[in-house]
């Protein structure tokens, strides 16, 4: 099993990531994906979570109109839309497959004017 995040960087506030994830090694269309930030000092916090198929999605209230979550079962890629983002937004951001317990290293996210 492989999860390889990239996408991250250093943007302002305000601005807009995309994240991906790339996965390999397992079936990507029958597993529910997540990704997961970390920010130092804080323990690790759910950002999104979608279902298999891409139809439903969860978000906590924090990241909640300005993230958004969607997969593309053919190239086994999860991503993560990040808008108007704001500098309690820096943290660590993984990608996560919970039906295998199976994390990635993760991707660096700053946003910092």
């Known amino acids: 099993v492989q999860l390889v995040e990239s996408g991250g960087g250093l943007v302002q506030p305000g601005g807009s990531l995309r994240l991906s994830c790339a996965a390999s090694?397992?079936?990507?269309?029958?597993?529910?994906m997540s990704w997961y930030r970390q920010a130092p000092g804080k323990g690790r916090e759910l950002v999104a979570r979608i279902t298999t198929s891409g139809r439903s999605t969860i978000y906590p209230d924090s990241v909640k109109g300005r993230f958004t979550i969607s997969r593309d079962n053919v190239k086994n890629t999860v991503y993560l839309q990040m808008n108007t983002l704001k500098s309690e937004d820096t943290a660590r951001y993984y990608c996560?497959?919970?039906?295998?317990?199976?994390w990635g290293q993760g991707t660096q996210v700053t946003v910092s004017s």
């Open positions: 996560y497959v919970p039906g295998i317990d199976y």
């Open positions: 090694g397992f079936t990507f269309s029958t597993y529910g």
